[in-house]
């Protein structure tokens, strides 16, 4: 699937760039990893005659990887610094700088791959290891604030943030602190604040000393024209970035630029030129496998191609749009289970030492253990005199409260019937109501599809015949006040805002309503609408009941700050697709007591003949995927 979606983009840029040729956009897809590494700098490396000279050599090439944003690289050379540092002897010179500044690089290159919680990982077991407040203890915090902060866990961010220095010492230190706290106040929505912030520190005279924060400060203050938006201001704007990071290197912020330009154009309806920033930008996201921005790429993607009414290319790219979230998960626990299996070895090697300290930690032993034989029998009659006297004393205060315990259970347990019983009075009406609702469609269905049916074909079979008898005439009549009847029951029987109101604006003035209480980002998409709203009102009704269901369950249950729900109903299938997804806490698969709501979802979807799948994991958000036969 994402072969077929990068051969797709790639066609689609090519034919874009004919389609423009008259005007020049300079949008670069690499179709290979940049080199950014001199040969000479590998040669020193495998010429390296001492350990210090190595891992000296091993750092240089960490941090280029480092400034020119290449997550792969970088983990790789993080991993293997911190590896080859783990079997030093703890006297090495600098060794514990060392397996710091290891820890660091594999907390950068991890959240760059969009692997928040290995990430975290890293920076916390440098915080332990440190236990110190030097220069790469702040920068570790700093990292693990931005982390929690891109997992939108602002308080955590913030808690740290406040204990970081704010002084001007450490230039750069100073610099991305401000890229990090900026973004913060961006998140919170603090504009004026964020914006003021960024201004004095580009004004800092020593800023164009450190070029990729500057333009890290600068992104951000693009950020600040989008979420305005200032579309105009921000493509000006992002231009600029994306020119000067190419010619300087910095491949990640050229790709963050070039994402913002696509998003600014989309959003003044140019789509072609749109179209092309995103493509190119999509390319070199899937070359450097940034996960993270994969998924940003394709959400600005699927969004481009709803306004442009190409729906089907918007479906396929969110499906690779769960594909990719699924990869962050599996890489993930495929890095943890290395990790685990380091541990493993290094723990096989702690015991071969242990053992050949075990003789002599059993000759000390027994030792202490005569002597502490000595004092039992000393010390044993006290320590079981002591235990009996509080036992009398905790026996006696027992009898003096068990009258008012009693008394206190009592009162509890009528309090708690009285509770089950309201419980399960309110579970009956619950059910009642499900099952009046289900019994009034079913008699609908059946008053309107076998009677009514029956009663149209008698009438047409009377008509055929004319009208010879004197009576024929009072009984054609009697047929259709019959039928009428049917029709106005079986009508009846629907309910009544499916009669006044198309399904989509019945399905968006519901969420508008429940948006105005809570402050979750609720977004319903559907298409093609007409095919949506000429739906069997039987499924309609169905279907609402199952949005406002899932919405309910996000709502007291996922903790989720976006929930999005895409109903589709393609001309060639023969199917109705819905497909949900929220960031929120998730839940266990494996747990069999999936809850009420979700067991009236599935009940739903069986009545209906139709499937139902759910991806979840704890803190990965949910998706739930519905399809049901049309007819």
């Not at 690779?320 to 289970?337: F, G, K, P």
């Not at 050949?356 to 039992?376: N, P, Y």
């Not at 010390?379 to 009398?392: C, D, H, Y």
């Not at 976006?562 to 393609?570: A, F, M, Y």
Request: aromatic share 10%; hydrophobic share 40%.
């Amino acid at each position: 699937m994402q072969i077929k979606t990068i051969l797709f983009l790639i066609i689609s840029f090519v034919s874009l760039l004919g389609f423009n040729q008259e005007v020049h956009y300079n949008f670069k897809a690499f179709g290979h990893m940049p080199q950014v590494v001199g040969n000479d700098i590998f040669e020193k490396l495998n010429d390296a005659e001492t350990s210090q000279i190595r891992f000296r050599y091993l750092d240089t090439i960490a941090q280029i990887y480092l400034e020119s944003g290449h997550a792969d690289s970088l983990m790789h050379y993080g991993k293997l610094i911190k590896s080859e540092a783990f079997y030093k002897d703890s006297t090495f010179q600098n060794i514990k700088s060392i397996k710091l500044r290891a820890l660091y690089y594999e907390a950068v290159a991890a959240h760059k791959m969009g692997l928040f919680d290995e990430a975290i990982k890293s920076c916390i077991e440098g915080l332990g290891f440190s236990n110190s407040e030097g220069y790469i203890n702040n920068y570790l915090k700093l990292q693990l604030a931005e982390t929690y902060l891109f997992k939108g866990e602002l308080e955590k961010s913030k808690a740290l943030l406040e204990t970081l220095p704010q002084t001007k010492t450490d230039h750069k230190f100073y610099l991305k602190n401000n890229v990090v706290k900026s973004h913060w106040l961006i998140l919170d929505k603090d504009y004026d604040l964020a914006k003021a912030m960024l201004n004095e520190t580009l004004s800092e005279d020593f800023v164009k000393d450190f070029k990729k924060l500057k333009l890290e400060l600068e992104l951000n203050l693009s950020e600040i024209e989008l979420r305005k938006g200032d579309f105009k201001s921000l493509i000006d704007k992002s231009e600029a970035i994306k020119k000067e990071a190419l010619n300087l290197g910095f491949y990640d912020v050229f790709i963050e630029a070039t994402l913002d330009v696509g998003y600014g154009y989309a959003m003044l309806r140019n789509f072609d030129i749109s179209e092309m920033a995103l493509s190119t930008a999509y390319i070199n996201t899937v070359q450097w496998n940034r996960l993270e921005l994969q998924k940003k790429v394709i959400n600005a993607l699927v969004k481009l191609y709803n306004a442009k009414g190409d729906y089907k290319n918007a479906y396929g790219l969110m499906t690779q749009y769960q594909s990719v979230t699924r990869e962050i998960a599996d890489n993930q626990n495929q890095r943890l289970v290395k990790d685990l299996e380091l541990k493993y070895e290094t723990l096989k090697k702690e015991k071969e030492i242990d053992k050949l300290q075990e003789d002599q930690i059993l000759q000390e032993a027994e030792i202490q253990r005569q002597k502490t034989i000595k004092h039992a029998f000393l010390i044993g009659f006290l320590v079981i005199l002591i235990p009996i006297i509080l036992l009398l004393i905790v026996y006696y205060q027992k009898l003096q409260t068990q009258s008012l315990v009693n008394k206190q259970q009592e009162a509890l347990n009528q309090q708690e019937v009285k509770t089950l019983l309201q419980s399960q009075e309110l579970d009956l009406a619950k059910n009642a109501i499900a099952v009046q609702s289900k019994e009034r469609n079913r008699i609908a269905r059946e008053l309107h599809d076998s009677i009514g049916g029956n009663l149209a074909g008698i009438k047409l079979k009377m008509n055929s015949l004319g009208d010879h008898q004197p009576e024929f005439r009072q009984i054609l009549n009697q047929l259709d006040a019959t039928y009428n009847q049917v029709r106005e029951i079986s009508h009846s029987l629907i309910p009544k805002e499916f009669e006044a109101s198309a399904f989509i604006d019945l399905v968006n003035n519901y969420i508008q309503n429940i948006k105005e209480d809570v402050s979750v980002d609720l977004r319903f998409d559907a298409f093609p609408k007409e095919a949506i709203n000429a739906i069997n009102v039987p499924i309609q009704v169905a279907l609402f009941n199952i949005v406002k269901e899932l919405i309910t369950n996000a709502l007291k249950h996922a903790k989720a700050d976006e929930v999005s729900i895409q109903l589709t109903s393609p001309s060639s299938e023969n199917s109705i697709e819905l497909i949900y997804e929220d960031d929120g806490i998730g839940f266990d698969l494996n747990n069999e007591n999936k809850g009420i709501g979700l067991n009236n979802i599935e009940t739903r979807v069986a009545d209906y003949k139709g499937t139902m799948s759910i991806n979840t994991a704890i803190n990965r958000g949910t998706v739930i995927s519905i399809s049901i036969p049309k007819t």
